[in-house]
């Protein structure tokens, strides 16, 4: 199959994909799929798929059914020149028992990874939590230790006009 064919008689593409549809019944989506699929696999053995296998591909891997969320968020961030992204997604749960069980046990929580980020994630809240704490010390005056001062309250007192 030639890479600029479609696998349907439709000439023309709709102006956007809606979210929710897959390759498998959207032909603007199972071109594209088609496309990169074949720019991984040697030329001599992508010219020689027919459309019969192709869309046996298709139904096989470039079956991916995206629902909206109602949290939806995705980002990336630098951290020490390399981009790493992020990705934070909540909704119903509407997989069943069974397969939750599966990916529990092909994805599980506890990693190296995952333990290396939330002992990040608690350095980072627990040092905001301190900051909040000693802000709020210092704004009501409360003085535990006479004589000793960061000067934080004081750097903020003067950054908004209120001390120079």
Same mark, same amino acid.
């Given at each position: ?5 479609? #696998?349907?008689?439709?000439? %023309?593409?709709?102006?956007? +994909?809606? +979210?929710?549809?897959? *390759?498998?019944?959207?032909?603007? *989506? ?6 990169? /699929?074949?720019? +991984? ?14 869309? %046996?591909?298709?139904? *096989?891997?470039? #079956?991916?059914?995206?629902? @909206? &969320? ?9 951290? /020490? ?7 934070? $997604? ?6 069943? +028992?069974?397969?939750?069980? %599966?990916?529990?046990?092909? &994805?599980?929580?506890?990693? /190296?990874? @995952? ?6 994630? #608690?350095?980072? #809240?627990?040092? *905001? ?6 802000? $709020?010390?210092?704004? /009501? ?12 309250? @004081? ?10």
């Amino acid at each position: 199959m030639k890479r600029d064919e479609t #696998l349907s008689d439709q000439s %023309a593409a709709p102006p956007a +994909r809606p +979210r929710g549809t897959d *390759a498998a019944t959207d032909p603007v *989506a199972a071109r594209r799929f088609v496309e990169r /699929f074949t720019e +991984r696999v040697p030329r001599r053995i992508a010219a020689s798929f027919t459309d019969a296998q192709l869309r %046996a591909v298709i139904r *096989a891997f470039g #079956l991916r059914k995206w629902e @909206n &969320h109602t949290v939806d968020m995705r980002s990336t961030a630098p951290f /020490f020149g390399r981009h790493y992204y992020f990705v934070l $997604l909540a909704d119903l749960e509407r997989r069943s +028992r069974k397969r939750r069980r %599966a990916e529990r046990k092909a &994805h599980p929580l506890v990693g /190296f990874g @995952n333990a290396v980020f939330l002992l990040l994630l #608690l350095v980072v #809240l627990a040092s *905001a939590v301190f900051a909040g704490f000693y802000i $709020l010390k210092s704004a /009501f005056g409360v003085d535990i230790m006479p004589g000793v001062s960061l000067g934080i309250w @004081n750097e903020i007192l003067s950054q908004i006009g209120l001390r120079r």
